[in-house]
């Protein structure tokens, strides 16, 4: 891996409270919405080859079987995907959930607006903090009850090298969340880097 995409300590606490922010933002919504409370882990962060996603999915995502969402962001140089994995436990019980706050909707259907109701708080949290305007597009479902190899088989992996960030979402009284993960392209990287530096330098 390439010693020039990497993130200095400053770099990656930066980031991660960033991250914090925005997820704290997005999670507020999400609870609103379903009436309960949400309880949001650590972000990890760290720098992955397309060889290796799929380990480092495995490692950081609960479950084998998944269903998942994709949404692209872009906006002043910086520019990647939000892609949202659900457990078959946790897609069921969001359904149930949605239901008690009077939202008729399947399963598939449950998913998407809930992907679109984190995506939205990542992608415009995480913008706003370093003075970006990131515009989200579609959120598309791009696996139903997959294996996380039959996901990433299916989805063309373009980069060499990318940043991921991972957030997991938790229900208060249930067993299951959902993880967001942020995968951000090389050339992405150093842009962000310098948007980094320019906060780091303001504190």
């Given amino acids: 891996m390439s010693p020039s ?16 922010v925005a997820m704290g933002q997005a999670g507020e919504s999400l609870a609103q919405m379903l009436g309960q409370f949400v309880d949001l882990s650590i972000p990890k962060i760290c720098l ?4 290796g996603i799929r380990d480092a999915l495995s490692e950081l995502v609960e479950g084998d079987v998944v269903s998942a969402t994709r949404q692209g962001f872009d906006g002043d140089r910086i520019h990647g995907d939000a892609i949202t994995l659900y457990s078959q436990s946790c897609s069921s019980q969001l359904q149930s959930l949605l239901k008690q706050q009077g939202f008729e909707h ?3 259907e449950g998913i998407l607006k809930v992907s679109s109701i984190l995506n939205e708080g990542i992608i415009t949290g995480v913008g706003s903090q ?39 979402y938790g229900l208060e009284g ?11 392209p090389e050339p992405v990287i ?9 906060l780091l330098e303001d504190l």
């Fill in 5 to 20: 995409l990497s993130l200095s300590e400053d770099q990656r606490d930066c980031l991660q409270e960033i991250v914090n």
């Fill in 48 to 51: 992955v080859e397309r060889d």
């Fill in 106 to 108: 399947s399963e598939v």
């Fill in 130 to 168: 370093i003075e970006a305007v990131l515009t989200g597009g579609e959120v598309k479902l791009i696996a139903e009850a997959k294996s996380l190899e039959e996901l990433l088989k299916q989805d063309d992996i373009p980069w060499e090298q990318a940043l991921l960030v991972k957030i997991n």
């Fill in 174 to 184: 249930l067993a299951a969340g959902c993880d967001l993960i942020l995968l951000m």
């Fill in 190 to 198: 150093i842009a962000l880097r310098n948007k980094l530096d320019e």
